[in-house]
């Protein structure tokens, strides 16, 4: 049975580790080359082993931005059909009731605000240049004096921007050019 006293400690720089153990020479010290190698060796895995920290930490945070923009996303997806119900509700109630329509149109301005809140501004511009990434077509008019390809009026609100669209607006176009 070993005694624990006698046992050598072998350390991550030992024989276990697969490195020979230092060897001082005749005189029972280690020279001073074979420190300095040594110190370089240690200094260079401690750079090492700090810039995997730095890049680990980088990656987590990279990695958390992407997970809360999905997860936003994913809000807001969930709240579009609200909004759309509520401009449905507003159309109803302007032929029964205006009182009950301005309310409805309060409220469904408080949802477009919210959507707004988490990143997504609306996109209702009329009177602008057609653009294929803000923009879906789903009518094209004559151009009656407006420029070719000029949005005449939107259909559904679109919401976010060219970067981060949450979903393009359905808009009336002029005809292009022939």
Known sequence: MDDP???STETDDGPASGQRPERPDESGT????ELRARLADVEDRWRRAAADLDNSRKRAARELAS???A?????AAVFLPVVDGLQDAVTYAEGVDTGLAAGIESIRELAIVS??????PRI???GV???PRIHEVVSVVDRGGQPPRTVVAVTRLGFGS?????RPAGVVVTAAEE
């Open 162 to 166: 060219p970067e981060h669209l949450l």
């Open 5 to 7: 006293d006698t046992r």
């Open 115 to 120: 959507l707004e809140r988490l990143g997504f």
């Open 71 to 75: 997860e936003r996303v994913r809000a």
């Open 67 to 69: 997970a809360r923009d």
């Open 129 to 131: 240049s057609f653009d």
């Open 30 to 33: 280690t020279s001073s080359d």
């Open 124 to 126: 209702d511009a009329v």
